[in-house]
């Protein structure tokens, strides 16, 4: 992804841990002189030389937000508040026949 100066791309990323995600989006912009990358919905922010760099630092902050909320038992809390969705993964039993696996 390039940028030229007031471009403004975005990208979704969805962040999952167990049984449950969540769906982010990132805001890119060009600086002065560095990419800036923003997760609004979480108030997440960072920055790269490059596009690239800007989106690895974004991913690993947004990842080190999500994990300390969860880690202190507020992750389901700070959603609310926010109007987050925090969405449950459904879990299927799976029927073993001869080998092959069917969801059932």
């Known amino acids: 992804m390039t940028l030229s100066n007031g471009d403004y791309p975005e ?3 969805r962040f999952q841990k167990a049984d449950r995600y969540i769906d982010l989006t990132v805001f890119f912009a060009h ?6 990358a923003e997760c609004r919905e979480l108030g997440t922010a960072s920055f790269g030389n490059t596009i690239e760099e800007a989106d690895e630092a974004i ?3 947004i990842g080190l937000h999500l994990n ?3 880690a202190h038992g507020e992750l389901e809390q700070f959603c609310a508040e926010h109007g987050i969705p925090l969405y449950q993964t459904v879990r299927r ?3 073993v026949n001869e080998g092959e696996a069917l969801a059932v």
């Not at 600086?31 to 800036?36: F, G, Q, Y």
């Open 11 to 13: 990208r979704s990323l």
């Open 31 to 36: 600086e002065v002189d560095k990419i800036t």
């Open 59 to 61: 991913t690993e902050a």
């Open 68 to 70: 300390a909320l969860d």
């Open 93 to 95: 039993w799976s029927l």
